[in-house]
């Protein structure tokens, strides 16, 4: 029982480190995972969390790069949008 | 013996002068004469050695036409001396020059930094034009205008014949160029820019050439570099360990080629030629990355490979080796070792298939509309699905960012808190 739980969460644990390397946010992570493998988003989120404590440093950074990208990513399309507009 | 000297004048130059000094030399160079003799003399003849030992100094106080030489060279340094022809001189201006020399070369540092890295190339060549150069700069000694003035020198030695490109004169060519513009430069209007006598119009037409042929060679090692880069980057990020360490989380940057390429592009191409070139930090030359400090790593991938660079931009510039910062890159030290191992070895073959579905998903995806080779904003449904398929299937495949794994202890309370009580579920 207590194997496969770990295997499980192992598991789990893998596919999220997957969807990070994609730099998905842990919501895009849960979607994915339903969806792909049939994980519940509750697990996935729990696993998230508790690697996001065991990984403190790593997750904050991550979430800062998402967060460059985002404002970035919105810069281009402004940026894209204006040139179509004018 | 005839034999050998004879050869050596044809080698060096043709001039009565420089056979009867060559003759000269031969006492005290500590070739074996007789061995050579019996081989073929073209091949066995280690010039360089020759001049080395010359270099030495022991030759000097052997050589009687030193003071004359001298005195001609301090005296007319205008255009019509054709007989100071190069080799001539190695032995001679020695000590003092040597001097100049090197402070003239560091001033030319670009040059120096492209050298320096290539030192098992040119070498042979090296010395020997080293020892041209010396006895080029020799005539100026420390005028307030150094570089100016000992390559205005020197190409009024040279007159019409082989044009000794000089740090300083191989830069007022780029700034002439530079004005003009690469492609629009004309060989007339760049010797009208550089104002000196002495150069023809010949010399800098093909000067011109080799340069243009040698920033595409540039600008192709770069390109390369670039790809590199990117694909070390994911390599990087798989291979990563888990140690609170930075360098690991690279693969997500490579979603922002703007931001981390960016950099390098420009230094390679300064850097040919340029004095004012900054040596250390970005060579494309040679070696290949080295493994990046943490900070984004494609700074320090601009070392692009200088690999091969054709031996004639060393002849001339090969002696500042030792004075010039000896960075491994461009010829300094760093790179080419820009993409030092990646650490591919490290990495899983699972992380490798998974950069591929990233490469193949980023040219699918048309949500972002940024068209970046490797990398998109969202990776498309196909990749990811691949990317998890694999994890599932293949679950003894080692994690690829191996981020420290939470206790079991801990997510299963968390779950049991959260109302999950079943796991793996066995309905979804």
Redesign the interface.
Known sequence: M?D????????V???I???????MSKEECME??AK???V?P??TS??W???E???K??FD??SR??Q??EE??ER??NF?SDSSNS | MLAVSSLRSTTFSSKDENQEQMESFRPVGNQDFSELADKNLLESIDFDNLFVDINAGDVLPDLEMDPEILAEFSVSPNCDQPELNTSVSNGKVEDNPRKEEEEKISSGSSWSGLDSSLSTRGEDQVVSKRDESSWVMNPVPHKGDKGRKSSTQTKHNQGKKKVDWTPELHGRFVQAVELLGVDKAVPSRILELMGIDCLTRHNIASHLQKYRSHRKHLLAREAEAVGWSQRRQMYG??AAT?G?D?LP?Q???I??P??TLMQHPFRPLHVWGHPSMDQSPIHIWPKHLTPSPSPPPPQSHSWAPLPRNPSYWHQHHRVPSGLTPGTPCLPQSLPATRFATPPVPVIPSHATY?VDP?DIGAPTSGQ???HHPTFD?H?SKE???A???D??SK?W?P??????????D???V??QR???TK???TA?
């Open positions: 207590a496969s739980s770990a295997s499980y969460i192992h598991m644990h893998h596919l480190e997957e969807c990070i390397i994609f730099n994915a995972l792909h493998a049939n519940k509750v697990i729990t696993v969390k508790e690697l404590k065991e990984n440093e790593f950074a991550y790069r998402r460059q990208m970035t990513r281009i399309q894209t | 990020t798989a888990v609170g930075m989380w693969v997500p940057t979603g922002f703007p931001v998974k990233a972002s509309g940024h904003f990776p990749s990811i699905d990317a998890i398929g994890a599932l679950p495949q994690l690829p960012l191996k981020l420290k794994a939470p206790s079991l801990s997510v299963l968390e779950l959260r109302g999950v796991i793996p579920p979804c």
